[in-house]
Nanobody, 132 residues
Framework: QVHLMESGGNTVQAGGSLRLSCSVS????????MGWFRQAPGKEREGVAS????????FYNDSVKGRFTISHDKAENTLYLQMDNLKPEDTARYYC?????????????????????????WGQGTQVTVSS
């Protein structure tokens, strides 16, 4: 079992930066495909960025490429999402997610998209609001 807890959400002005954190507890020995999703009111949950803890492979949604950076600190077993040049359309609740092994990473590589059902573990989310 894996427990995920996000933090770092806040309200910022457009053009500002935030760093989200996701602390991971439970099974800290396995390799995981981890990711950040977001969901705005009335919209579907969408994948933002993903990383495979085994080799550092990363994936980004086109809408955040060049602005967001996903990383994983193995020593702290913490997932991060550095968000720069934030835009009002980035406003959403951000969720940390994980799935054990390479399967989800392989699926993302094949489809070019992150799908919520492919991730088995989820945090409760943290709110990010970007004002114009």
């Amino acid at each position: 079992q894996v427990h995920l807890m996000e933090s770092g959400g806040n309200t910022v002005q457009a053009g500002g930066s935030l760093r989200l954190s996701c602390s991971v507890s439970g099974d800290t020995y396995s390799r995981y495909c981890m990711g950040w999703f977001r969901q705005a009111p009335g919209k579907e949950r969408e994948g933002v960025a993903s990383i495979y803890t085994g080799d550092g492979w990363t994936f980004y949604n086109d809408s955040v490429k060049g602005r967001f950076t996903i990383s994983h600190d193995k020593a702290e077993n913490t997932l991060y999402l550095q968000m720069d040049n934030l835009k009002p359309e980035d406003t959403a609740r951000y969720y940390c997610a994980a799935d054990r092994g390479k399967g989800t990473m392989t699926t993302i590589q094949a489809l070019g998209v992150m799908r919520p059902p492919d991730f088995g573990y989820w945090g409760q989310g943290t709110q990010v609001t970007v004002s114009s």
